[in-house]
């Protein structure tokens, strides 16, 4: 519907130079269906090995049209966890590229590969024509597979990045992310004059949600690139594009600020991140370059994957609404509900109180694939229970504190593993430079491990400066416990790798 209305406008443009505008992506994907369904078959789940790009989207809308679930590899995984996520799904078919396989190689040697080179020199003139007027002129309901169709078929499965373990099927339904993108259009308050500047990957739950099918079924436009480490490149996709929204981490923020200039996000009006914590600093150093402030937004792949939005303040006939708090990932998105329970008792707790946070709402996944049991350890009478400890304030500004997971109990003590790194890269200055993991301990339980960047300090400074800090003693880490590495362990969507920090944790203790 979106793309019969808006025909002839800009839809999608990548970093290569490809361009299509919503007439042209509506047909392409028309034709490329036909063409993929002979080469699939029966197997309902088909992975994809394709970067953010105007391909990748072309065939996530593809095999969406066909009814098939689109799996879209995250190709900073290991090898063990890629082969963990095709036998999960029972993957007999990966859709690439030769481009992306001569830049990953180590995927060529997967079985049933179907090439994009392979199929698009294959789609005749009396094809495209049929799948332009097809697209233009048939009812709408012969454009995709309907039958067995319903607003809660799984749309996607996205795999948890697997910071903490083997990966974890997340079944995304068509309810699930539309829900999600009406609440973005809401808040965002989005009209065609927009533009995404994005590189989040689509295996990235908000790459899926919020740059491929948030602008496919709202209208605007969407520029990608294939790094989001890449700040030159970024900033001139946003220049010539004229971007109005930045979707990011705040470790893609800091390669930004390196390499844009001023001018390069001109036109942005919202910068919204997410996946680790937005600090002070970094908001601050961009905003005083660039003239707009970063966000702070929170999510979880099993929720769509937006929860929270920071937003700029607004007022109307006088009415001020504050949309953002220093050090808070803001309020609810409209549809989403958040409570604070107790972590032992699960006893609602008032506001300014810490607990564990629960979520409701259309946005809550279907469920792990295959993994009834995990599903219902996350999912209680409808609530879902994020790990995470937060606080949510008089205002409903909600704070995340840090993650159950990432709690050490030392000495019958629970020592939060951020307030420790948070402590040390303060009185070091700098940021994003160490991480805090643990590993077994005989006496006390645990015992907490410092990970550093070699080039950022030494062992002996950050002991010193631990020392002087006015934490308690049981959460400071001994002499011994500080392990300099060249970089952090980091996954492919801009989080700490958990599993990573506690392997070289533990390979450190021997």
């Not at 002070?280 to 905003?287: E, I, L, N, P």
């Not at 920071?310 to 409570?339: C, M, N």
């Not at 219902?376 to 949510?392: L, S």
Request: glycine share 10%; proline share 5%; with cysteine.
């Amino acid at each position: 519907e979106t793309a019969r209305s808006n025909w002839g406008r800009r839809a999608v443009v990548d970093s290569s130079g490809k361009a299509l505008n919503d007439g042209r992506m509506l047909a392409g994907a028309l034709a490329m269906s036909w063409k993929l369904e002979a080469k699939i078959g029966e197997p309902k789940h088909v992975g994809l090995l394709l970067p953010p790009s105007v391909g990748g989207a072309l065939v996530n809308l593809a095999l969406s049209m066909l009814g098939k679930v689109p799996v879209n590899l995250n190709y900073t995984l290991s090898e063990a966890s890629i082969a963990s996520i095709i036998k999960q799904c029972g993957i007999t078919k990966i859709i690439t590229s030769k481009v992306f396989l001569e830049k990953m190689s180590v995927f060529a040697q997967l079985e049933g590969l179907i090439l994009l080179e392979d199929v698009v020199p294959t789609i005749s003139g009396t094809e495209k024509l049929a799948a332009f007027l097809k697209a233009r002129l048939m009812p709408l309901s012969t454009l995709g597979i309907s039958e067995g169709f319903s607003a809660d078929t799984v749309a996607t499965l996205i795999f948890s990045s697997g910071s903490t373990g083997e990966p974890k099927g997340v079944m995304l339904t068509h309810h699930n992310i539309m829900s999600n993108i009406e609440a973005l259009r809401m808040v965002f308050r989005v009209d065609l004059n927009d533009n995404i500047c994005s590189a989040l990957p689509f295996f990235h739950s908000l790459g899926f949600t919020a740059t491929l099918w948030f602008p496919l079924v709202s209208g605007f436009s969407v520029v990608y690139h294939n790094n989001p480490m890449d700040g030159e490149k970024i900033a001139q996709m946003a220049r010539e594009n004229k971007s109005t929204l930045l979707l990011a981490t705040p470790t893609f923020l800091l390669a930004y600020l390196r390499r844009a200039r001023k001018e390069d996000f001109a036109t942005l009006r919202l910068v919204i991140t997410g996946a680790e914590k937005l600090k002070s600093k970094v908001a601050d150093a961009f905003q005083e370059k660039f003239g707009v402030r970063p966000m702070e937004g929170y999510g979880a792949t099993e929720l769509s994957p937006v929860i929270t939005l920071s937003l700029p303040d607004v007022e109307f006939d006088g009415v001020a609404q504050y949309g953002s708090k220093d050090g808070s990932v803001g309020h609810p998105i409209p549809g989403v509900a958040i409570r604070v329970v107790d972590i032992d008792s699960g006893a609602l707790l008032k506001p300014g109180q810490p607990g564990l946070i629960l979520v409701k709402g259309p946005n809550v996944m279907l469920g792990y694939l295959g993994r009834d049991d995990k599903t219902a350890e996350v999912v209680k009478d409808g609530w879902y229970v994020t790990g995470d400890i937060g606080v949510m304030d008089e205002d409903g500004f909600i704070r995340i504190t840090d993650r159950l997971s990432r709690f050490s109990k030392i000495g019958g003590e629970m020592v939060p593993h951020g307030v420790v790194e948070d402590e040390l890269q303060t009185r070091l200055g700098q940021t994003g430079v160490l991480a805090v993991t643990s590993v077994p301990d005989e006496k006390k339980g645990e015992r907490l491990m410092v990970i550093f960047a070699r080039e950022a300090a030494d062992a002996e400074t950050l002991h010193k400066l631990m020392t002087e800090s006015p934490l308690p003693n049981l959460w400071k880490p001994g002499r011994d416990s500080y392990i300099p590495v060249d970089n952090l362990p980091m996954l492919g969507t801009g989080k700490l790798d958990l599993k990573g920090l506690k392997d070289i944790a533990l390979s450190s203790c021997g």
